[in-house]
């Protein structure tokens, strides 16, 4: 076995192991509140872009 390569889990109680990797599934991710989301939604991120400048500087980096 490669020492290397991590062992892959289901089991929520091998988190804590070393070498282990547990995969969890999105539902599980949520309920457990192991992430919490700070991305922009696509309206956001098109309003951000309002305050830059729309010039030949702006955009090509001059």
């Known amino acids: 076995m490669d020492p290397k390569k991590p062992i892959i889990s289901r089991d929520l109680a091998d ?3 070393p070498g ?3 995969e969890i ?3 599980e991710v949520e309920q457990l509140g192991l ?4 991305a922009l939604d696509e309206a956001d991120a098109w309003d951000s872009n309002a305050d830059v400048e729309n010039t030949n500087e702006a955009t090509h980096g001059r």
């Open 15 to 17: 988190l804590m192991r």
């Open 20 to 22: 282990v990797m547990v």
């Open 25 to 27: 599934d999105p539902a």
């Open 35 to 38: 992430v919490e989301e700070t």
